[in-house]
């Protein structure tokens, strides 16, 4: 009832895509200043906005797709220009947006999604689930979703004890490399969207 290969594959997959230790210095930088409490709030609501998006997409993603007349390139670009600005507010250390609002945001924009429940994640969950032609490989499929998502959940948590070790100066420097990265990874999203819209023209 378990299909070992299947479940490392796209574990494996997921972990490349999701990226937990290259996630860790952008979620610092986007829950610094806020009380302990207040972040690990924020890491677990990531967390489950992202599960929600993939299960959903897991289960309805093609017929979603479809039904908008939305093709995958169409969504990576998206996604790209959603974390470019996001990443520019990083660089620029654009603090204005009211601070309940940003809780908000920031949990469930950008981390949420398109950081963790990006296009290439949501494409790798729709391929593995319409090609998983057993009862055995679709536990292991859900189980590797299942099994990603608490690692995520257990690298941000935990990261937040690197805010107390590098203080106000460190979270700036943090702060200022996320957004490079980020804006990097945006740019890239964007590219990729691109190439494939040319490729299948």
């Known amino acids: 009832m378990f299909d070992v290969a299947v479940f490392g594959s796209l574990f494996l997959t997921l972990f490349v895509i999701m990226d937990p230790p290259g996630i860790t210095p952008i979620f610092l930088a986007l829950t610094s200043g806020r009380p302990a409490k207040v972040q690990r709030r924020m890491a677990w609501q990531a967390v489950t906005v ?46 204005d947006e009211p601070k309940q609002t940003k809780d908000v945001n920031v949990a469930l924009v950008p981390l949420g999604m398109p950081l963790l429940a990006g296009p290439g994640a949501i494409v790798s969950v729709i391929l593995a689930v319409q090609h998983a032609d057993s009862v055995a490989s679709q536990v292991s499929v859900w189980t590797a979703i299942a099994a990603m998502h608490v690692v995520l959940w257990l690298t941000m948590r935990y990261s937040l004890v690197i805010i107390r070790v590098i203080k106000d100066g460190g979270v700036v420097l943090v702060t200022r490399l996320a957004g490079m990265m980020l804006s990097a990874i945006a740019v890239q999203q964007i590219i990729n969207g691109v190439t494939q819209v040319i490729q299948n023209a």
């Not at 093609?62 to 990083?90: C, E, K, N, R, T």
């Open 50 to 95: 992202a599960f929600g998006v993939i299960t959903v997409f897991g289960l309805l993603g093609q017929q979603i797709l479809d039904y908008l007349h939305v093709s995958v390139p169409a969504l990576m670009i998206a996604g790209g220009l959603l974390l470019l600005l996001i990443a520019l507010d990083l660089l620029t250390g654009k603090t």
